[in-house]
Nanobody, 120 residues
Framework: QVQLVESGGGLVQPGGSLRLSCAAS????????MGWYRQSPGKERELVAT???????NYADSVKGRFTISRDNAKNSVYLQMNGLKPEDTAVYFC??????????????WGQGTQVTVSS
């Protein structure tokens, strides 16, 4: 199965920026959808941003205009550029991948998560 490894999390002040990276164990050219979800204590895991191989993107309303997702097929990676960070962005961020199959439902994979903390 596909292995996903996140990196780039850390502590940042409000208004600051972070860039998260997710490296996949196989070419992402055949992974239809990749992106990021996040979860904070006491809350449901929520979609942050996803991108497909055909160029479509999907962002949560709370991050639209501040976060940008991108894919680099040559590096088998997906990135999340986070600008204008707010304390409410504090969460564990999980990389997500959805691989389509010729027959049956798609496969879904998750990374181990990386902590993002926004605090002064």
């Amino acid at each position: 199965q596909v292995q996903l490894v996140e990196s780039g999390g850390g502590l940042v002040q409000p208004g600051g920026s972070l860039r998260l990276s997710c490296a996949a164990s196989e070419t992402i050219a055949i992974i239809y959808r990749m992106g990021w979800y996040r979860q904070s204590p006491g809350k449901e895991r929520e979609l942050v941003a996803t991108a497909t191989t055909i160029g479509s993107t999907n962002y949560a309303d709370s991050v639209k205009g501040r976060f940008t997702i991108s894919r680099d097929n040559a590096k088998n990676s997906v990135y999340l550029q986070m600008n204008g960070l707010k304390p409410e962005d504090t969460a564990v961020y999980f990389c997500y991948a959805q691989r389509l199959r010729a027959t049956g439902p798609p496969w879904e994979y998750w990374g181990q998560g990386t902590q993002v903390t926004v605090s002064s």
